[in-house]
């Protein structure tokens, strides 16, 4: 069983369009997470939710905006993409929203933006 | 705000043979972790080993190790018996106020 998920593994579309990605965690962990690595590999945080409620927002253009419809979800909408948007992007869950915890990370969303 | 260094972009070792990954971080904080992640082909990111900043004892698991310096902020990582599927990238990365930050990775290569 996959414990962190996500859909679609590959996603191509065009500038301007408006996408989504969908994140799914089976280990009843209450705290998930949205980062982003850029094409020279280098991965940064761009969201957290712990149990529904946002607890980190990065720097991030408000052209992303992340939704967490159960503790077990969190998706992350991009509306108008932008060339500079394309990048693996992954989710991440932990058992809270402590230090301690490992993060656990999902396969990655390859968005490619033509 | 906390800074992870990875100064080698890239290493190579032969087979069975022990290679160390290192790390540097930079941090005012008293309580946080430390982690190395794998990044085979497959992009999977997979967690190798972590350490808790307050153990003094440097963590295990099977052939991966750590050397953890807390005054030098260090925290390099060693493969002992060096396998072909440990080829991958490698980063190195910290924890606090539930926060990762990731160093920029390192590419190591296992040759036959």
């Known amino acids: 069983d996959t414990a962190v998920s996500q859909t679609p593994k590959y996603l191509v579309t065009q500038m301007g369009n408006d996408k989504s990605i969908k994140c799914e965690q089976n280990l009843g962990h209450d705290t998930m997470y949205w980062y982003k690595q850029d094409s020279k590999k280098f991965l940064k945080i761009m969201f957290s939710y712990n149990n529904k409620e946002l607890i980190i927002n990065e720097t991030v253009p408000n052209r992303f905006s992340p939704k967490s419809p159960d503790k077990a979800h969190l998706n992350l909408h991009i509306n108008s993409l932008e060339l500079g948007d394309s990048a693996v992007y992954f989710c991440a869950s932990s058992p809270g929203q402590w230090d301690q915890e490992t993060q656990y990370f999902g396969p990655g969303t390859r968005l490619l933006v033509l | ?112």
């Open chain 2, 1 to 112: 705000a906390q800074t992870v260094t990875q100064s080698q972009p890239e290493m190579s070792v032969q087979e069975a043979e022990t290679v160390t990954l290192s790390c540097t971080y930079d941090t005012s904080e008293n309580n946080y972790y430390l982690f190395w992640y794998k990044q085979p082909p497959s992009r999977q990111m997979i967690l190798v080993i972590r350490q808790e900043a307050y153990k003094q004892q440097n963590a295990t698991e099977n052939r991966f190790s750590v050397n953890f310096q807390k005054a030098a902020k260090s925290f390099s990582l060693k493969i002992s018996d060096s396998q072909l599927g440990d080829t991958a990238m490698y980063f190195c990365a910290f924890e606090a106020n539930s926060k990762l930050t990731f160093g920029k990775g390192i590419t190591l290569s296992v040759r036959p």
